[in-house]
Every structure is written in C-alpha cells, then in structure tokens.
C-alpha cells in the first residue's frame, strides 16, 4: 500500500491566553489522522474547533506544542517540502491593482519559472479556473468567487501533489460554491490530493471521499460520508397546492406548514399512500414527494451539541 499523502500524528497546540497570569488553552488536542494519495478529504467543524489551527501548523506558519506531521513522507519541519504543497488560506489578501495574470506570475517567480514558462502557466492555469477572459482585469474588480479561483490558481500553479484550502467556499453564492467544488473535484480527476476545511457540510458530503469532524480540538470520527449517516428514510415530505376554498382533512391540517398558496408536511413512510389519497379527496395538486433522510449536517449538530453539553464555557476552546 503506497505511504499516506499526509501523516498528523498526535498534534497538539496549545496557546496562553491572558494579559497578567496567562494560561493556556488547548485549541488541537492529540490529532492524528492519514489521508491518502488522491482523495478528496474533508476537515469538518464549527469555528474555532481548531481547523485554521491544524492548517497553519501544517504549512509551517505556527509550531506545535507536541506531536508532529509528514507531508508525502516529508517532515513539515522540512522546507523543501514546501515545493510539493499549494495553500490558500481562509482570508487571502491580494494587491487589488494588480490583474489576474500579473498576480499568478509574480507568484510563478517564486518556484524559479524562466519567462516563456512562465506565460504559459498563467494562461494555462487561468483557464483552468475559468478566468481566462478576466485575465486582465483588475482583482478589485473581481467578485468573491472570481476571488476564489484566482486563489486556487496561485495554489496549483506549480503542479503541487497536495493541496491545502482553508474554508474554500466561505462567504460564496451558490453559483460561486459550485464553481469551486467542480474544480475541487477536477483536481482529482489529476490525481493531486485535495485536503479543505469548510464548515458547510453539503459540499463535503458532495465531494469527499472521507471527512473528518473535530469539534473543540478533538477529532471525533473519520470516514466515509455514508459511515456517519444511515441511509434508512426517516420521513416523507409532500409539498402540494389547494384550491381556493378548500380545506385539508383534520388529520392533516394540524402537520401541515403553509408558505404562501403551498403546503409543506412530513409524514411517516408508512402513511404515505393514505395521505396522498386524501390530499387528492380535497382536490391538493401534488409538487413533490421526497424522502427525508438523515444527513451528515444532522451528525455534526449532534456531535456539537453533545460536545457543548460536556463542557463549560471557560473550556470552549478557540484557536
């Protein structure tokens, strides 16, 4: 079986807090976790859970108090594995007058590109993230998904093998969130790793091939998405218009939720028939019947919740 592409073992970081008589503050308890070559993995928690923290202390940015990591085999105490590796932080901060094209190739300098070399790169990795015709444009034009891509851009600009994105798909539209998951998931379609943070548990249960969950610095569970949530159906959930003047049956009316001149109602899988028969009697126009299944954002909130009944609030720990 080839080596991990990163290796976390027992990491830990603690930072003083206080003005007088510090202390310390455990914001990554003991985190040890593999991920493999090529795989999408996603690193789930509420803010302040420590995931900023691990990445930091990934890329070298920070030291830890105990415990270290291995990146392609490398120490992340080693500099030059640093070559291998893309990053974009959470809040990049770019000069906004520089274009798209002037920013990748101040940053293609940075790996020792000749001109030529250089210039194809840019227009290459551009086009990738599907900024080619704002090449020239000034990033202070650019909206925060354009921002995005421009960032994922410089990441992989030099054929890194494991690529680290803090909160890729924060503070985005939906139409920006897609346009980063696609090419989160084209970038395995190259064989790179893809290792991101995110706190928005439908693009992780999306895209990932595994996810971790740390809640308060502590890992609480790795694997599969479909590990963590069963795939039983829970309820069904009918959407549906009446008629003006019409009723719904009493044994209906008291489940139903009312947005507008549409009703909402959940209902268990076993009534599902005799409740469409008498949304029918009352003349209902059926939208759509789905079932409702548990998610991945169900078993987060139970695990924070389990975790926050657990501990006071002088031990909430925020990195």
Not at 107 to 127: K, Q, W
Not at 221 to 241: C, H, R
Request: glycine residues 8%.
């Amino acid at each position: 079986m080839p080596a991990p592409a990163i290796e976390i073992d027992q990491l830990t970081m603690d930072y003083p807090v206080g003005f007088w008589r510090k202390r310390s503050r455990r914001a990554l308890d003991h985190l040890s976790l593999q991920v493999q070559e090529g795989e999408i993995f996603g690193f789930l928690g509420p803010n302040g859970a420590g995931k900023t923290t691990t990445l930091k202390l990934l890329m070298g940015l920070i030291f830890p108090t105990a415990g270290t990591a291995r990146i392609r085999g490398r120490s992340i105490d080693d500099v030059s594995m640093h070559a291998e590796i893309g990053y974009l932080p959470e809040q990049p901060y770019f000069y906004d007058y520089l274009t798209a094209r002037e920013l990748l190739d101040y940053y293609a300098r940075f790996s020792g590109y000749g001109r030529a070399e250089r210039n194809g790169r840019v227009t290459r990795f551009l086009g990738m993230v599907g900024l080619a015709e704002a090449a020239d444009t000034q990033l202070r034009k650019f909206s925060k998904g354009m921002l995005q891509r421009a960032g994922i851009a410089q990441a992989i600009l030099h054929d890194p093998k494991v690529i680290f994105l803090d909160e890729p798909m924060s503070g985005l539209d939906p139409v920006g969130r897609r346009e980063v998951r696609d090419i989160i998931l084209d970038l395995r379609k190259q064989g790179r790793t893809v290792f991101f943070s995110t706190h928005i548990l439908s693009d992780a249960e999306m895209i990932c091939d595994r996810v971790a969950v740390l809640v308060n610095g502590k890992l609480q569970g790795i694997g599969a998405p479909a590990q963590f949530v069963p795939i039983e159906v829970q309820t069904m959930e009918i959407f549906f218009e009446l008629p003006e003047g019409r009723t719904l049956p009493a044994t209906l009316d008291h489940r139903a939720t009312q947005t507008g001149a549409r009703y909402r109602i959940e209902i268990p899988e076993a009534e599902l028939y005799s409740s469409l028969d008498r949304l029918r009697e009352a003349s209902a126009e059926i939208l759509s019947v789905t079932p409702v299944r548990p998610t991945l954002e169900d078993y987060f909130l139970r695990l924070v919740g389990r975790e926050g009944a657990a501990s006071s609030p002088a031990e909430v720990l925020t990195p």
